[in-house]
Structure formats: C-alpha cells, structure tokens
C-alpha cells in the first residue's frame, strides 16, 4: 500500500490534506523518523472515529511495542501523561483535576487582563507613526496570548523568553533527533524550573493552583501528571491564539468589503473569528490515536488493531462535504462547522480563552489601524515548518491609522 510522506514544511499543508482525503477513508502516511500512521482527513471520518471506543489516545495501554521518550519529536504530544494522553477513567480524573483551576469563570475574568495587554501593545504600535512596516506576529498577535497565558499560570519574566522559546519549538516538525532531543529536555527543564520556583514563592497564579492540589490529600496529580499538565496548557493555551489572530488579520486585510461589515456590526466579530478557524485551523493534525480493535471504514479498507492513527482536525472544516467552497473566507457562511478545538471528550478547555483573546484582540486593533494593510502578498508569507501547527512565522504590515 502506497505511503504518503508528510510534507513537514508547513507549505503543502492544506494541498496535502485535500490529496490525502481523495485518497480514501484514511491513508497511510510516514511522519519524522519514519512512523507510519493513518491519516484522516475526511470530516465525516474524522468525527466519528473521534468518537469510536476502538480508538485510543493512551499509547501505553494501545501501542504496541512502544517505549517512552524513544522518539524525541513525540515527547510532548504522546509520552506526557495528562489528560491530553489518556481514556476512560484516568483522562476524567486528570480532567477534573485540571478543571479546578481552568474554570470557565476564572477565564472570563481574564478579560480585563487582556484588554490591558491588547492596550499596552497598540500603544507601542502607535509609537511607529502612520504608515510604518512592523511585523504584527512580533509585535501584536504573538504577545497578546503569551502575555497571556505566562500571566495566567505565574511564569516570572526572567523565564519567559526560555519558555516562549521551547514551546515554539515543540511544533517543529522538520527538526532532526539531535534538535528534538535538545527540544524535548529544555522542554522539561523550562517545566520543573517554573515548578521549582513557585514551591518557593506561590500565588494566585494556575501553576500554584495546581501544586496545591498535587499537594493536598485525597485523588491529586503526580509529579509526572503536572509536569505534563503544564506542557499541555502553557504550549495549547497560547500557540491556538497566535495562529488565529494572525490568520484573521490577513484574512481581512485581503478582504475588505468583510472588514468594513464587521466594523459597521461588532457583533459580526464573532462569525471572523469562527470563519478564520475553519479555514485556517491552528492546528491541522494531532499526534497520536491509536486503534485498540480492528476498525472496518469501508471502501476496502480496515485499521488494525495497534496501528497509529493521525487524525486530521483542521481538514474537517476545509472538507468540501462539511463546508462547501471550503477555499472561501465568507463570515456570512451558513452552517459553518470546524473541529479546531477538538471534539468530544477530549475538547480543548482553553478553547474559551483563545476566543475571548481574539475578540478582544482584533477589534481592537482595527479600530486602532482601520487602513491597515499586509506589506507582501498574502502567497508570500512563510509558512510555521510543521505539518501539526498552522502558522505564519511574520506577517508583515504597514500601519495606516485615521488620522481624521
């Protein structure tokens, strides 16, 4: 059978997936060192599997012959152990756990945080004066959720850049084993320094929430769980927002009869950011499932048990049988549909946050820089090297504020 290799430059993602779903039900696909998985890519497929009891997310109990921290490149999407990476019963007690500190009403409380960094950051823009060229990825888009998230889980400022710095580079997916080694323990260590340094100094912080309960009696996370709790929730919550404001952004700016409708209506805010999603999932796909019984799609074409399945989130919504014109950017789409939090039981919880980032962040920048426009053809923007994260790595623009 025909394997496909997955094009880890991150400029073939969306081509890639369109080949991959006309290819069948699921194909089979070679990612870094030489891993062989089902890809899924067709919406249909991708939802119900997501939803299959015969398809695991624990490599532990489902992967045959698999060995911890064998492959570098997997060691934050599969040797962590968090409710990223487990079923049943252990994922719920993980996810309760978690809960406790992630809850919907300490989120929307971040608001008026956010609303001071969005604020801080445009001021500086402003400095530039009309008319200058930044890149809003370094100026804006990435800083809004980094602040974020370092704020929302205590990260001190001495720390930061290191920590910024290994979670961007866990979505590299072009790195050899040396590079994803290095990646992976630096990874660790920026996780045990923040660890370290908030047994000595707590506060209101989410890493000092979650100490707590590692420390108090009863059901509580190992050293092991928070450690990759706090890979999972620090890399998720700030890299899914990066992508999505700067995706809108271009979006908009080569769009501007949808600028001026949003503009007119702010509640239209709403169907940018769901639209920019759809079209340009932050993440395309997730390592790793894994079959724990034989799984007959039809067509031919059966996944045995312990094969490895990579499931293809972000080709959902660009399913033409899900959303049709999938290449159009349309806010006045109907019954627009997306998996770029995920589905089912394992949904992202910071899926709230990502979106309470964005709508604050985009108006805000647009009623500062209405003119804004893209310094380079949308074509020439370079892509994240990934085949999992959907990003660009600058997004060149002139700053064109009325002055009138």
Not at 33 to 61: F, H, I, M, N, Q
Not at 73 to 86: E, Y
Request: net charge negative; proline share 6%.
């Amino acid at each position: 059978m025909t394997v496909t290799v997955l094009d880890t430059t991150g400029t073939q993602l969306y081509e890639q997936a369109d080949h991959l779903r006309a290819a069948g039900p699921a194909t089979r696909v070679e990612m870094p060192a030489g891993l062989v998985a089902w890809s899924v890519t067709r919406g249909e497929v991708v939802t119900r599997l997501l939803v299959d009891p015969r398809v695991s997310k624990d490599a532990r109990k489902t992967w045959p012959g698999y060995r911890p921290f064998a492959i570098p490149w997997l060691a934050a999407w599969v040797d962590v152990i968090s409710m990223f990476t487990t079923d049943g019963d252990d994922h719920l007690r993980l996810k309760n756990l978690v809960g406790r500190a992630f809850t919907a009403r300490r989120i929307e409380a971040m608001g008026t945080a956010v609303e001071a960094i969005v604020t801080r950051l445009l001021d500086q823009m402003e400095t530039h004066g009309p008319g200058a060229r930044i890149d809003l990825r370094t100026a804006f888009s990435y800083p809004v959720p980094t602040g974020v998230i370092c704020d929302l889980f205590g990260v001190p400022e001495e720390q930061r850049p290191q920590m910024l710095d290994v979670i961007d580079s866990v979505l590299d997916s072009s790195a050899d084993d040396d590079r994803a080694t290095e990646i992976r323990d630096a990874m660790y260590r920026a996780m045990h320094t923040l660890m370290a340094y908030k047994r000595d100094q707590p506060g209101e912080d989410l890493t000092s929430v979650l100490l707590d309960t590692q420390q108090s009696g009863g059901d509580r996370l190992s050293e092991d769980e928070l450690v990759s709790t706090l890979i999972l929730m620090i890399g998720a919550g700030s890299e899914t927002a990066v992508s999505l404001i700067n995706h809108a952004v271009v979006e908009l700016a080569e769009h501007p009869d949808q600028l001026t409708a949003v503009l007119a209506d702010p509640k239209r805010w709403d169907d940018v950011i769901e639209e920019t999603l759809r079209k340009h999932p932050p993440i395309m796909h997730l390592p790793l499932r894994y079959a724990n019984d034989d799984i007959d799609l039809g067509e031919n074409l059966t996944i045995r048990k312990g094969d490895l399945i990579l499931i293809g989130f972000g080709a959902h919504g660009r399913d033409p049988d899900v959303n049709p014109a999938p290449d159009q950017f349309d806010i006045d789409r109907e019954d627009r549909r997306h998996l770029a939090f995920g589905y089912g039981i394992h949904f992202c919880l910071g899926a709230a946050l990502a979106r309470l980032e964005a709508r604050i962040a985009l108006p805000a920048l647009f009623e500062r820089f209405p003119r804004l426009r893209l310094a380079t053809r949308p074509s020439e923007l370079q892509p994240q090297s990934s085949f999992i994260g959907n990003d660009y790595l600058s997004v060149p623009v002139e700053l064109t504020p009325d002055m009138a």
